[in-house]
């Protein structure tokens, strides 16, 4: 049976840290939507409860063994505000780009994507409208940063996120590629097609230059209605869903 020692709770709490995150090949999933979420869906290193937790929930457990813990170690061990009842600290699984098969399919590519927040949502997102890859650059935020696992409210167990150098692998992916601009053609006129690559840029700065060379296709979405004064910009997260709705739609 494993115990709580001073060395795991202060392992789990650095697990906020890319760096410790990589070393050690893990991640933590925090309160019970996400940790039930994912339970199933990635290998269990550690799984930390309260007493009123489990005493409420044992029977979903199914035969897992968990530590129970104080609720001032998980104030110790969390990565939240608000600390939960139940941490869960998974194995990072290892996800090769050479295993995506792209043909067919409607993919989401990210583009120095920064914010954990929108990291996350998108993966929510991509959840919802049933794309199952997201191709990432090397810069994009780290999946596993625990805002992004939160984020994805369980998301992440069923949505594959790879990164690679998000250029070279668009160059030979086979796909249409679609990127968001703001002079791109309007999304609502452009022809779609029902399998390609959605490149959506970062938060600031858009879809950088070599990324932008592999685009075939430059889309905008619109303000409504047309010339008068409004934002800038829509978050990257919001836009991403506006984009991938209408190509969704287009198959219905």
């Known amino acids: 049976m494993v115990e709580l020692t001073n060395r795991l709770r202060k392992l789990v709490a650095s697990l906020d840290d890319a760096r410790v995150r990589r ?9 019970t939507k996400c940790v039930l979420d994912t339970l199933r869906h990635f290998e269990v290193r550690y799984l930390f409860v309260t007493t009123a937790w489990l005493e409420r929930r044992h029977g979903e457990l199914k035969g897992m063994e968990p530590i129970v813990v104080k609720r001032a170690d998980m104030e110790r061990m969390s990565h939240l505000s608000t600390p939960p009842e139940v941490i869960a600290v998974y194995a990072m699984p290892r996800l090769d780009i050479s295993e995506l098969a792209p043909a067919g399919k409607l993919v989401l590519a990210l583009d120095r994507v920064q914010d954990p927040g929108n990291l996350g949502t998108i993966i ?13 650059s090397p ?18 167990s069923r949505v594959k996120v790879y990164y690679t150098p998000l250029a070279e692998w668009l160059h030979g992916c086979g796909l249409p590629v679609y990127g968001t601009f703001l002079d791109g053609d309007d999304i609502y006129g452009a022809s779609l097609s029902p399998a ?3 490149v959506m840029g970062n938060e600031g700065k858009g879809i ?3 990324v932008a060379r592999e685009v075939t296709c430059r889309l905008t979405i ?7 004064a ?3 910009s829509l978050n990257v997260a919001t836009a991403t869903a506006v984009t991938v709705s209408e190509f969704r739609r287009r198959q219905l």
């Not at 810069?139 to 992440?156: C, E, F, H, R, S």
């Not at 619109?222 to 008068?228: C, K, L, T």
């Open 222 to 228: 619109p303000p409504y209605p047309a010339g008068v």
């Open 196 to 198: 390609g690559v959605i």
């Open 139 to 156: 810069d994009t935020v780290d999946l596993y940063n625990p805002k992004v696992v939160q984020a994805t409210m369980g998301a992440i």
């Open 230 to 232: 409004t934002s800038e």
């Open 208 to 210: 950088s230059g070599d």
């Open 23 to 31: 070393e050690e090949g893990l991640f933590v999933a925090e309160g």
């Open 124 to 136: 929510r997102i991509a959840d919802w409208f049933g794309i199952r890859d997201i191709v990432c």
